[in-house]
């Protein structure tokens, strides 16, 4: 039978493959290590549980909640802009709730897109970002840059080369898969860029707490006179350890705001409403648990990044995010990161994800993700370097075993 239209638009989903890998390994008892998908292994702070349990006794929190969220909430991310960025939002017509910023991004996609419009996007970028549209009918011309002197240049070159002429950039500093990070004087470029193109700017700032080296990232809202043309996602999932609560906001521009508002309306009804409330109980917080949380992924980090180099796999140290963008080793980087993910499985119980699954540019890269403590990072390493101890001298002599039958 044939495939719906909009299935057909997607590619295979190949993280799905190595999960299946790991799922096999793990059916014969190998004891994988994870490091694949950015699932947060922290548990969610003391004070946001017990709120929740507090909040759920009440029968009349049972009831449908409200889909842009509950006052208290858009409130609370009011204030969280306005104390970490120096941003002032209304909190009736600037901010609305999301079930996580995957789905923000997603229904954004669907409240703007016209079938043809076109859309910038990072390659590699965090994949909802580019599907999200065009599962809406959009059509993505991909962007290979990082946030520098090149970046402009490379819009222009898309503006100049797209018909119809782009819709919309996608932004996402700290970066979900590449870890890089934008400055403020960036953002003003790209501010400028956008105001004088008639484009709009959609900026994911999912891991904006993540960060090392004491610089915090800076919101593209910052930018003077931003808010007429951008709209930015941001999440509690890494933030508060809460991936499983799907929390997230869109925060900007009145009209982008009230065009993902009213079709969301259509949608949900927003997350339950005691959940939202503890996340109202969160963002107020002191911020204690995000410096806990940070400080966290920041050992976890460092560890990783020592103990692979030892291993004989030099990483790049992240300046923020919880990933490391892992150039695949030289001895290896012809497989592809598909098949090189698939041998770290089978032959080192190390699971990662494939570069690939991010863009095609992304495919002599894997992501590893600092999900796992620090004596199990330790461990990854030990595999990892009995590994390409045995096999770096002749790679062409590992073949995965899903490729054997």
């Avoid at 509950?70 to 901010?95: C, E, H, M, S, W």
């Avoid at 004596?375 to 062409?396: E, S, V, Y």
Wanted: a positive charge.
């Amino acid at each position: 039978m044939e495939e719906f239209h909009k299935v057909r638009r997607l590619p295979p989903y190949v993280f799905e493959q190595v999960n299946r890998l790991k799922a096999s390994a793990r059916s014969r008892g190998a004891d994988i290590i994870d490091l694949g998908m950015g699932n947060p292994d922290l548990p969610t702070p003391k004070a946001i549980v017990d709120k929740l349990c507090e909040v759920v006794r009440d029968p009349r929190t049972h009831r449908y909640s409200s889909s842009r969220g509950i006052p208290g909430l858009r409130r609370a991310q009011a204030n969280y802009y306005q104390r970490r960025f120096g941003v002032k939002l209304n909190p009736d017509t600037q901010v609305v709730a999301t079930l996580g910023s995957k789905e923000g991004f997603a229904n954004m996609a669907q409240a703007i897109t016209a079938p043809g419009d076109v859309i910038l996007c990072p390659n590699p970028t965090y994949p909802i970002h580019a599907f999200g549209f065009i599962m809406s009918g959009g059509v993505i011309r991909s962007l290979q840059v990082e946030p520098d002197d090149g970046f402009i240049p490379a819009v222009e070159r898309g503006i100049r080369h797209s018909i119809p002429k782009p819709l919309a950039l996608i932004l996402n500093y700290p970066s979900n898969p590449t870890a890089l990070v934008a400055s403020l004087d960036f953002y003003k470029d790209v501010v400028a860029f956008a105001k004088k193109n008639d484009i709009i700017i959609l900026s994911d700032l999912a891991y904006s707490e993540i960060y090392f080296d004491g610089n915090p990232p800076p919101s593209v809202l910052q930018v003077p006179g931003a808010m007429d043309v951008c709209v930015e996602f941001t999440s509690m999932s890494k933030t508060f350890s809460m991936p499983g609560w799907r929390m997230g906001f869109a925060v900007g521009n009145e009209r982008l705001i009230s065009a993902l508002t009213r079709v969301k309306s259509y949608l949900d009804y927003g997350a339950f409403t005691p959940i939202q409330v503890a996340a109202a109980h969160a963002l107020n917080g002191d911020g204690a648990d995000i410096e806990e949380v940070r400080e966290v992924y920041h050992k976890r980090r460092d560890v990783m990044v020592d103990s692979f180099g030892r291993a004989g796999w030099t990483i790049p140290a992240p300046a923020a995010s919880m990933f490391a963008w892992a150039p695949i080793p030289e001895p290896f980087r012809h497989l592809g990161s598909l098949e090189f993910s698939k041998l770290l499985i089978e032959h080192a119980d190390v699971a990662v994800a494939p570069g690939v699954g991010f863009g095609e540019h992304g495919d002599d890269y894997v992501r590893v993700a600092l999900v796992e403590n620090e004596h199990r990072i330790r461990q990854a390493a030990r595999n990892i370097k009995k590994f390409l101890a045995t096999t770096a001298k002749q790679p062409n002599n590992v073949v995965p075993l899903a490729a054997r039958r």
